[in-house]
């Protein structure tokens, strides 16, 4: 058996996901938001051997009413994840393609036909991150007053994941016979209809795709919440999470992995990989230097309207220099939030230390340091089971990527935590997962 290996994936956004790295000086602000700086994240990733490339998105403006954060903040525009993977796979040749798709907004036969094609176009290489999509601004550009509640929302996205993947199964693989001879292009026997019903969906199917290359393309869970645990442990290859504290990673990782076996999973066929912030230096010293240089471009006011939008409350009349209100100790709903109050708590941070510190990494763990000291934290939390790997958050790109392929990944790879060529063709083979057989009879 190969020995465990960190598995390891980027954020691909053109400028970065620093909340002010779009102003660092190697930022090219001419083309951050053009195809071209998307190639070049996605192709450093694979010769770099990543095993995935991660767009994130909301099918809303971000910060719409935080007047400074919309103003100064690049996270609020988002291409749409399945268009631009689709034009970066044939530009690449291994890694894998994750695209975000809300369940709240979308209809299944939708998703299962767009991932089966990205499928299909990048050789078994696609996988759909799920999410449930939390804020009203989006419910609102769906005819929606606010947004649907949490609990029927992950009841939604539960059975929405099952119709998808039985429309995945709508063919046999050897369905689409083509014979010249025959005249016969298609078996009709080997065509199934899912006939789903229930009080949310009816969808009759079949698909008009055939089987992807990967029998299901890979899906990913981003969530923390009780419901998305239960969401992860029975569905997801991937599980993406944010935590700022090994300990509660561990509780998490073993949490999950728990629920998987009365699903008849195995716990080692699903990965849980954490947010990432890496601010990396050649040494100590100057990753350091690096961080405050980051830091100072960040204003106060950004990292309290930050903030305000985790808690969904205004913050603006609060005391920076005092500790974090009490009021936001007492919402336990809100998971990434709870992540920030509880950190803040443990290290006795002050309300604008808080603001500053968490605005630069939105709440996922940050490591700043040379590749080497970099390479010892990330071993440590994989090898002490906290995390399985993680999703790289380029302070600014492509520099950022450029930084880690040179100084940290080498290490990683000298050590045996890291592959230093991909394993297989598809993103399944590279994730160590095998081909699923069909579930739709």
């Not at 046999?172 to 001879?181: E, G, K, P, T």
């Not at 442990?233 to 949490?255: E, K, M, V």
């Not at 409350?313 to 998971?335: H, I, N």
Request: net charge negative; hydrophobic share 40%.
């Amino acid at each position: 058996m190969s020995p465990r290996q960190l598995k390891l994936g980027v954020i691909l956004k053109g400028t970065g996901s620093h909340i002010a790295g779009w102003r660092h000086p190697s930022v090219s602000l001419d083309k951050a938001t053009r195809f071209s700086q998307y190639v070049e994240i996605a192709q450093l990733a694979e010769q770099g051997k990543l095993d995935f490339i991660f767009v994130a998105d909301s099918p809303s403006v971000s910060y719409q009413f935080q007047p400074v954060m919309l103003a100064r903040v690049p996270q609020i525009y988002h291409i749409e994840p399945v268009t631009l993977l689709s034009a970066l796979a044939p530009l690449t040749r291994h890694v894998g393609l994750v695209g975000t798709i809300t369940t709240t907004f979308s209809e299944p036969y939708n998703v299962a036909r767009m991932f089966a094609s990205l499928d299909h176009i990048s050789d078994g290489r696609a996988c759909w991150n799920v999410v449930t999509t939390t804020n009203d601004q989006a419910a609102a550009n769906f005819g929606l007053a606010e947004q649907i509640p949490k609990r029927e929302r992950y009841a939604r996205a539960s059975e929405f994941v099952d119709i998808v993947r039985g429309l995945w199964d709508s063919w046999d693989d050897d369905a689409f016979i083509m014979n010249r001879d025959s005249g016969i292009y298609a078996d009709p026997q080997k065509m199934h209809f899912l006939n789903y019903k229930s009080e949310r969906f009816a969808v009759r199917g079949p698909l008009n795709v055939p089987r992807p290359p990967q029998g299901h393309p890979v899906v990913c869970v981003a969530a923390d919440s009780e419901d998305g645990r239960e969401l992860a442990a029975r569905t997801a290859d991937i599980l993406f999470n944010a935590q700022l504290d090994a300990d509660s990673a561990r509780a998490l990782h073993q949490d999950v992995k728990r629920r998987m076996p009365k699903y008849g999973r195995d716990p080692d066929d699903l990965s849980i990989v954490l947010g990432l912030t890496l601010v990396i230096g050649r040494t100590d010293e100057e990753a350091r230097e690096k961080y405050a240089f980051l830091e100072s471009l960040i204003d106060v006011e950004i990292g309290m309207q930050y903030l305000s939008y985790l808690a969904l409350t205004d913050l603006s009349g609060c005391p920076l220099d005092e500790p974090l209100p009490a009021f936001l100790k007492q919402d336990r709903s809100r998971s990434r939030l709870n992540i920030v109050v509880d950190a803040a708590e443990r290290e006795g941070l002050t309300l604008r230390q808080t603001a500053l510190r968490y605005a630069d990494s939105f709440g996922h763990l940050a490591m700043t340091g040379s590749g080497t000291s970099i390479a010892d934290r990330m071993q440590h939390w994989f090898e002490t089971g906290a995390a399985d790997g993680f999703v790289l958050r380029l302070p600014y790109a492509p520099q950022g990527l450029q930084d880690f392929n040179e100084l940290v990944l080498p290490e990683l790879q000298r050590r045996g935590l890291f592959r230093t060529e991909y394993a297989g063709h598809t993103f399944r083979d590279n994730l160590g997962l095998a081909r699923p057989s069909r579930i739709l009879k």
